[in-house]
C-alpha cells in the first residue's frame, strides 16, 4: 500500500505563491504570471472587475480614454438627478435661470482665480453667487464635481458620497441650476460640474413639513435667507469616490506586475540564466510610463 503526504492548506497555497510569483526551478525559472497563459488570466480577471464595477457603479464599461467629457452635461445631470429622486418617491427639480447663472458664475470664479473650495479666497460663498442672480431662498445647497468623464460616473460618485447624496433627496429642494465649465486649473485641462439646489421664500416646498424617513448629515448645506448669515456647514475635505478606489486596484496590479518583473530580471542576471532578458526591461519601462501616466492623471473629485 503506498502512503502520499498530505500538504496542508498554508503549504499549498505558499506553494502556488511561489510558482506564480518567484522564479525557481520548479517554474525553469520563469514566474507563472509571466507566461502568456499567466498575463492572459491576469487581463481576464482585469476586464471582469472593471465590468462588474462598471455595471455596479453605473459608468461606462468603454469609457472615452481620451478623458473628454463632452457627454456630461447639464441636461443629462438633471435627468439623472431627477430618476435618484424619483426612486425615492420626491418630486422632481425644476430647472432655474436663476440658479443656473449663478452656478456659472460660481464655476468660472474657480477657474479664473484658480481654487477648488466652496468658499472662495475673499470670502464668498455659493449664497453670495445665488443672491446676486436674483434668486431668492430659503433653503439652498451647492454640490461640486471635477474631472468626471461621465454624467454616470458623477452621479455614481455623488449618490456614493452622504453630504453630496443628502443633498440630491434633500425633501425640501424645489430648483436647481446646473454649469458644466472645462478650463485650466494648476496648469491642468479640468472639467467642472457645479450643481446649486435652493427653494424660494415663502414656497409650499419650504414649508412642507420634512419627511420621517429623511435624515441629514451634519455637513448638509442648510441656508436661512431670512437671517441672511453663514448658519451653514460645508463638507470642506475632498471625499474618496468609488474611481479613487478602482483606481487604486489597477495600480496595484500594475505594481506587482512591476515588482515580479523586476525580481525576474534581476534573479536570471545573477544566475546567468541563459535567457534573453531584455524584454523584461522593455517590459519594466512599459509598465512605468503606464504607472506614471495613471499617477498623473487626475481622477474625479468630489467637494
Known sequence: MRLR???SPKNRIARWLSHTFLPHKRNHHRP?????????????????????????????????VLGESDNITPTAVLEQINIERQENN???????????????????DMLQRGYWAHTSPSGEEPWDFIAESGYTYSVAGENLARNFHSTEM??????????????IVHTKYADTGIAVL????????????????????????????ELPQQAYAATQVMVNSAANNASNVLGAQLELTPVHFYRAGIL????????????????????KLKRNVGKN??????????????LLAESGSLL
Not at 487581463?43 to 455595471?55: K, M, P, R, T, W
Not at 526591461?281 to 495613471?294: D, F, G, M, S, Y
Open 90 to 108: 420626491l418630486a422632481p427639480l425644476q430647472w432655474n435661470d436663476q440658479l443656473s447663472l449663478a452656478a456659472q458664475q460660481k464655476g468660472q
Open 281 to 294: 526591461l522593455a517590459h519594466i519601462i512599459l509598465l512605468i510610463a503606464v504607472i506614471t501616466t495613471v
Open 182 to 209: 472645462k478650463g485650466t486649473m494648476n496648469g491642468k485641462p479640468t472639467t467642472l460640474v457645479v450643481q446649486l439646489f435652493g427653494t424660494p421664500e415663502d414656497s409650499a416646498v419650504a414649508n412642507a413639513p
Open 5 to 7: 503526504r498530505q500538504r
Open 252 to 271: 496595484t496590479v500594475l505594481a506587482i506586475l512591476l515588482g515580479v518583473l523586476t525580481y525576474d530580471m534581476l534573479n536570471a542576471q545573477n544566475k
Open 32 to 64: 507563472w504570471i509571466l507566461h502568456p497563459h499567466g498575463l492572459a488570466m491576469v487581463a481576464i480577471v482585469v476586464v471582469a472587475i472593471h465590468i462588474s464595477l462598471a455595471l455596479v457603479l453605473h459608468f461606462p464599461i468603454f469609457p472615452n
Open 154 to 167: 458623477m452621479l455614481s460618485a455623488w449618490m456614493a458620497s452622504p453630504t453630496h447624496r443628502a443633498n
